[in-house]
């Protein structure tokens, strides 16, 4: 009779272990921001907006001109998607997918007329941001800042 309490109360152990231990960003929230910036050579304007990012967009990329033509602040669950309208008719979609340690993993797409254009996977640090670079616009292109922040 003993051994068999202890069996059952292993295999409950087990069970309570197995429920309550779930991957930790289960019931977390992604705090996404976007900006879309249109860059381009030519003039040397930079918008006031993107004051906080300008030396960084310098330091990667060689436009002279970044004006910001929208920003968006969507709070996601790990995968669900968030969608941000661009110019051109296309659509961002973008879900945050996983943690990896004390970085967040997005899945990106944008469509142009509901059609697939571009795909990509990016790993943020927490409470950081990342520029990519986009599709050509307007005598220039498009650049996506993502911030994220996990909670």
Known sequence: MARFMKTIFILAGISC??????????KSQVLTDIKVIHAS???????PGLKPIISELKSVFK???????????LN???NRKGRVNLPGNRTM??????????RIQYQINIQKNQ???FQTRVLLNNNSSITIGGPQFKNGVLLFNISGSAR
């Open 63 to 73: 436009y002279t001109s970044y004006r910001l033509l929208n920003e968006q602040r």
């Open 93 to 102: 979609i973008i879900m945050p997918t996983d943690m990896q340690g004390k």
């Open 41 to 47: 050579t030519g003039s040397k304007t930079v918008d």
């Open 76 to 78: 996601l669950s790990f």
């Open 17 to 26: 272990f197995c429920l309550f231990t779930q991957p930790a960003f289960a």
């Open 115 to 117: 059609r697939p254009v």
